[in-house]
């Protein structure tokens, strides 16, 4: 009998998670709102619930008779996620966890108690702040959301108001942090947890709009640090990993490293890192399957991860910042994987969002192109 599994959410982003379930010979079942769900043509059964009404998609779920529970790639479901998994008995980090790594102020304070390196910020709901302490720039952005979306880079306290009003607005629970601003490269950690034991698959090295929104214009693996510095980084990742109890499945830790090599973590996901950085670039980089393994932790049948072969691997994103590289969209080139142009009227870009089209690499050396 074919085993079952639920995912939550059926946009693009958890399209890989769906096709890859479903050449393992699982059933699929999504659950999402019905706009934008293009899993709904290829999951063998979907349900417009919308992925926060965490007690419907139990009833359903217990209905079904599901055997596990998963997504990739946004932290909105991972409460529900939890939520379900923890009142059916299947494998998945608790709902406190998730709770704890969705929500951006509480995950800092988990951070502290475990003795990780941040910057030092401070939850608001409005503009009356004390700011003594803290040293300009500061980032701004909301508690509860991803993809850039309401973050802004300050220089001076009369910019500030209009920066935390933005993130505020962005924000599903209307509250925000202030931070100090950490100078240096931007990497993402990406990886795969059982059971408690934490196996890193790759480090991957982030290219960026810079100030004030820092979108995401291009990612890299494996990653260009020197070796001590990708230590320090692997160390750092574990503590945060504990702290937040992630015990389970794929998890995504953001990291700023200074130029005199301190390291400090920005947030975690407990989930795969979006931008095809866990769907695609990790599997071409390294070799591991990384949506399988994923899978095969919700359906308690994970086996330790392997590396078969170490090549390079990239995405780039195309939007007005990068439209130099249109000529790289269109011609094919010797190390194209994937790409697609959605829409030639470019933007600026404030958020992932705004992004116009994809180019992901695969090559024997690092594709540089910005």
């Not at 706009?35 to 217990?62: Q, T």
């Not at 998963?70 to 479901?77: E, G, L, N, S």
């Not at 991972?78 to 704890?100: D, F, G, Q, R």
């Not at 995401?216 to 070796?227: K, Y």
Request: proline share 4%; charged share 25%.
């Amino acid at each position: 009998m074919k085993k079952k599994l639920a995912i939550i959410g059926a946009s693009y982003l958890q399209l890989p998670i769906v096709l890859k379930a479903k050449q393992m010979g699982v059933e699929t079942h999504c659950f999402a709102w019905p706009e934008g769900a293009i899993c709904k043509d290829f999951a063998d059964f979907f349900y417009p619930i919308s992925v926060l009404d965490k007690e419907l998609i139990l009833k359903k779920c217990e209905e079904i008779n599901i055997d596990g529970i998963t997504t990739i790639a946004t932290d909105m479901a991972v409460p529900t996620i939890c939520y379900v998994a923890e009142k059916m008995n299947l494998i998945s980090n608790t709902y406190n966890s998730s709770i704890i790594s969705t929500n951006k102020s509480e995950m800092r304070k988990a951070f502290e108690k475990g003795n990780c390196s941040i910057p030092k910020f401070i939850e608001v709901t409005n503009c009356i702040i004390n700011l003594k302490g803290f040293k300009f720039p500061l980032i701004v952005k909301p508690i509860d959301r991803s993809g850039s979306r309401g973050v802004t880079k300050v220089h001076c306290e009369k910019d500030l108001s209009e920066a935390i009003n933005y993130a505020i607005n962005d924000s599903f629970s209307k509250k925000a942090i202030v931070e100090e601003y950490i100078e240096g490269d931007e990497v993402s950690v990406e990886t795969i947890s059982w059971k408690g034991q934490h196996t890193i698959l790759t480090i991957t090295d982030k290219v960026t709009t810079g100030p004030p929104h820092f979108v995401e214009l291009a990612h890299h693996q494996p990653s260009n640090l020197q070796t001590d510095i990708q230590e320090k980084i692997k160390g750092e990742t574990i503590k945060c990993l504990n702290a937040l109890e992630i015990n389970y499945g794929a998890s995504h830790s953001e990291f700023k490293i200074t130029p005199d090599g301190e390291v400090f973590v920005i947030e975690v996901g407990a989930r795969m890192g979006g931008d095809f950085i866990g769907s695609h670039l990790v599997e071409l980089s390294t070799g591991y399957d990384f949506l399988k393994g994923v899978i095969d932790v919700a359906l308690n049948q994970f086996q330790q991860p392997f590396s078969k072969k170490s090549k390079y691997a990239g995405v780039y994103f195309l939007c007005k910042e990068t439209e130099h590289l249109l000529p790289f969209f269109k011609q094919k080139n010797d190390f194209d994987f994937q790409k697609d142009i959605q829409n030639l009227e470019l933007k600026n870009i404030t958020n992932s969002n705004d992004r116009s089209g994809y180019l992901i690499y695969q090559d024997n050396k690092r594709i540089e192109l910005l």
